[in-house]
């Protein structure tokens, strides 16, 4: 079982199709722009696939921050989830910046929610402990 959510705020002064494609530079996720209440907007998407989260896999790897990425998803998995926020901008730009406050990302993040009974596969895949900078081991990507 897996599902990746994904949703990301639409600020007034953005182009919703700028901050889909953010969230689609990291994820492989099909994405829908959701009405709000007072004019605002959301970008959610939800996927029940590993492939969605194939370009971040890559993504981390050539950004070079699997240490930070790792220590970071274990310290934001709670039980059989994780959650993820992504600085919007650097996502627009074809970068991974992890977010711990909402702050650090001017327009708001991206959330990235992961859940699954084997999320601690899904880290073990997307950001494996490393040694010199290096990957210790590589695992496929989970069966979920």
């Known amino acids: 079982m897996l599902l990746v959510r994904v949703e990301a705020e639409v600020r007034p002064t953005e182009d919703p199709e700028k901050v889909v494609r953010a969230v689609k530079?990291?994820?492989?996720?099909?994405?829908?722009?959701?009405?709000?209440?007072?004019?605002?907007?959301?970008?959610?998407?939800?996927?029940?696939?590993?492939?969605?989260?194939?370009?971040?896999?890559?993504?981390?790897?050539?950004?070079?921050?699997?240490?930070?990425?790792?220590?970071y998803m274990l310290r934001n998995r709670r039980g059989t989830s994780l959650e993820l926020k992504l600085h919007k901008q650097a996502a627009y730009a074809g970068h991974i910046s992890l977010v711990t406050y909402d702050e650090e990302?001017?327009?708001?993040?991206?959330?990235?929610?992961?859940?699954?009974?084997?999320?601690?596969?899904?880290?073990?895949?997307l950001a494996p402990p490393t040694s010199q900078g290096r990957p210790i081991w590589e695992k496929p990507p989970p069966q979920v």
């Open 105 to 125: 990302s001017p327009l708001g993040p991206i959330r990235v929610i992961i859940a699954s009974d084997k999320i601690n596969d899904i880290v073990d895949w």
């Open 25 to 71: 530079n990291l994820l492989d996720i099909e994405l829908k722009v959701v009405e709000l209440p007072e004019g605002y907007k959301l970008v959610v998407g939800e996927s029940s696939s590993i492939d969605s989260l194939r370009k971040l896999h890559t993504s981390l790897r050539q950004e070079r921050i699997l240490d930070a990425a790792r220590s």
